[in-house]
């Protein structure tokens, strides 16, 4: 289910979108990831970019997915996030880490569970576009 979450997500997602990701280790994110990466139709199967930082998955799309773990905190433009964004959707793991995010750029989904069976979302977004998107998401998957 959290794969086919994140292919949903890939449905709606444009350019210049922002997906900030959190919860523990093993708690879903990478595995959300590549059901994002398969749904933007990259040939390219999506992996934890944990000792890169950043990952480029190309499809109906371009995808940049930032695994911020082994950072303590970032800025967003110390990432350049901004450069990545004009051309390309971006993912980031753990987006706790990253701070000077305007607000109105991103949604967020919070993994709060790790069982391995049973995962709980909770999704929150501060933008019109970003409930525009989460609306597609759920139209989506209630449709399943």
Not at 54 to 70: E, Q
Not at 111 to 139: D, K, N, Q
Request: zero cysteines; hydrophobic letters at 40%.
């Amino acid at each position: 289910m959290t794969r086919r979450l994140g292919a949903a997500v890939a449905e709606a997602l444009a350019v210049g979108d922002l997906i900030g990701l959190e919860g523990d280790l093993g708690a879903g994110k990478t595995v959300f990831t590549q059901g994002i990466a398969e749904g933007i139709g990259s040939n390219e199967p999506a992996t934890s970019p944990s000792f890169v930082l950043i990952h480029i998955y190309t499809g109906r799309i371009t995808l940049a997915h930032i695994d911020l773990y082994r950072l303590s905190s970032i800025q967003a433009e110390e990432l350049g996030l901004d450069d990545y964004l004009t051309d390309a959707a971006g993912v980031v793991e753990w987006v706790e880490r990253l701070s000077g995010l305007e607000p109105d750029l991103w949604i967020k989904f919070s993994f709060l569970s790790s069982e391995p069976e049973r995962r709980r979302l909770e999704f929150s977004s501060l933008s019109e576009r970003g409930e525009t998107l989460l609306a597609a998401v759920a139209r989506t998957v209630s449709n399943d």
